[in-house]
């Protein structure tokens, strides 16, 4: 089961190069990073995030690229299952795990990028260069079988360094 918080669900810029997504933070997180930003998402809050759900947010949001799971951890599976539900609606679709690893041949079909690593706070955030986090940008290959990712976590950092 994923939950989300409706109040949290919002339209970035930010959280993935290029594209405009709708936010969607989940709730029941399993991580329990310190430092986290909204330690009130490990909890069980929130609503059911289902299909029909997920079609009102994508309408009630016009000119979205992507649809951005915050989260989900909890229910691999299901994030699975929402996020193609999204692909064959046409949109983008990103997922912010806090993994350290995920394993790109099993969910790299279900996302176009993919941020892992749990937050360090002496690591800092995706826009520090000293960060552990990192966001890839998924290339799928459906006749090949082959799913490519790139590194492009170097577009948060200031001037576009690629340090």
Not at 26 to 31: D, I
Not at 82 to 103: C, F, N, Q, R
Not at 105 to 128: A, H, R, S, T
Request: proline content about 6%.
């Amino acid at each position: 089961m994923i939950k989300f918080v409706p109040e949290d669900t919002s339209v970035v810029f930010a959280e993935i190069p290029d594209e405009i997504c709708l936010a969607i933070n989940l709730s029941l997180c399993p991580h329990r990073c310190p430092g986290c930003h909204s330690p009130y998402l490990q909890q069980d809050c929130g609503y059911i995030l289902d299909e029909d759900t997920l079609d009102q947010l994508v309408e009630h949001n016009p000119g979205i690229t992507c649809v951005l799971f915050m989260g989900g951890d909890g229910d691999k599976k299901r994030l699975k299952e929402l996020a193609d539900h999204i692909l064959t609606k046409g949109y983008k679709t990103a997922w912010y795990s806090g993994e350290t690893d995920v394993p790109l041949f099993e969910f790299g079909w279900f996302f176009d990028y993919i941020k892992v690593g749990p937050y360090k706070k002496d690591l800092g955030p995706l826009n520090e260069p000293t960060t552990n986090q990192r966001l890839y940008k998924i290339s799928k290959f459906y006749n090949q079988q082959q799913i490519i990712s790139e590194d492009i976590t170097n577009k948060f950092w200031k001037h576009g360094s690629n340090q």
